[in-house]
């Protein structure tokens, strides 16, 4: 196949995956919720619409332009996909087999029928992929690794897979800035940030940055419609059992009445609870974020105002080239 090749059919992917019908990504949770409780049926809708959006033929070709693919030596690639949210592993996919390589794929067991599902729609669009990737249990033939993980299998993929050309991403989580002079428009775009995909993903807000004496009257009231979270049982019982335990260690915090907000200066936050701290100024404010750089994915703010920020309610929504953890995918499989 040539590289041509390969854009179209992920186009038309694209396109196939646009015409589903309601009742179609009705039946893609259903397979999902199989495996994963925590994927719902608006939450798989939602990871549907961003392959979508990555899918575009003018996104794939803006990203791709830049890389010279045509010269790769096709390598297999291993690829340890997480499983916290659905089909995460679709981009290291799409990279992997857009550079020419082989992809050995090695899918959360979560997420392996969505991902399976994925893969079999491409074959029957161009049945040439049905030669360019397997799905496997074990890597031992991979001769480079894209790995995604925790920091505790982190170490482990170092020790196993440190030999080989590899990229091996460690726990992050995201953050948000508030001022305090939000509209309540805004706070609602933040709520989808730190809800979404009930708060599983790296790209989820776990804790907030808040100005010095910052009230969040204005934020709960903004974000009612997420009360509906509880309707979850998963998430009720983690927000029953977060609760106990501030209440019991008699640790101050606020309650929503489906969320809490604790001041830590901890980064990831529990399901259900938002962790915040304070900052005195600007220049305060931005070495805190510089201490925690090396852990987070990104960071929000209303309208993108803070540089090297992104605007509230699309750190969920990941353009193709917005790499996990800041590292070039395509840089390093064009190098191998």
Not at 117 to 146: C, G, H, T, W, Y
Not at 194 to 202: D, P, S, V
Not at 288 to 313: M, R, Y
């Amino acid at each position: 196949m040539t590289l041509e090749n390969r854009i179209e059919a992920f186009v038309e992917l694209g396109k196939q995956l646009q015409r589903l019908t309601p009742a179609d990504r009705k039946a893609w949770a259903q397979l999902a919720l199989s495996r994963n409780p925590w994927f719902d049926e608006a939450n798989v809708s939602n990871a549907i619409d961003g392959i979508i959006v990555m899918l575009q033929e003018q996104y794939l070709r803006e990203w791709l332009y830049p890389y010279h693919l045509k010269q790769v030596t096709p390598k297999k690639v291993g690829v340890v996909m997480a499983g916290n949210i659905p089909m995460v592993g679709f981009h290291d996919f799409l990279a992997v087999l857009l550079s020419g390589h082989y992809l050995l794929a090695k899918p959360s067991t979560s997420d392996e029928p969505l991902m399976r599902r994925l893969a079999n729609m491409l074959i029957s669009i161009e049945p040439a992929f049905a030669n360019q990737f397997e799905f496997v249990d074990l890597l031992k033939d991979a001769d480079a690794i894209i790995a995604t993980g925790s920091d505790n299998t982190a170490r482990y993929f170092e020790y196993y897979f440190g030999k080989r050309p590899h990229i091996i991403r460690k726990n992050r989580t995201s953050i948000g800035v508030l001022t305090g002079h939000e509209e309540a428009d805004d706070l609602k775009a933040l709520g989808e940030d730190i809800f979404r995909y009930y708060g599983l993903g790296c790209r989820n807000v776990s804790k907030v940055f808040v100005p010095e004496g910052y009230r969040f009257d204005k934020f709960f009231e903004a974000n009612t419609t997420y009360a509906s979270l509880l309707d979850h049982h998963k998430y009720q019982n983690n927000y029953d059992y977060n609760k106990s335990i501030l209440l019991v260690n008699r640790v101050p915090h606020f309650d929503s009445g489906f969320m809490l907000v604790q001041q830590s200066e901890a980064l990831v936050s529990p399901i259900s609870v938002l962790f915040y701290d304070t900052f005195s100024s600007l220049a305060d404010l931005r070495q805190k974020l510089n201490d925690v750089k090396d852990k987070t994915q990104c960071v929000v703010s209303a309208h993108g105002w803070l540089e090297g920020s992104i605007p509230f309610g699309q750190a969920q929504h990941p353009m193709v080239w917005d790499y996990a953890d800041g590292v070039d995918t395509l840089a390093f499989l064009q190098k191998l």
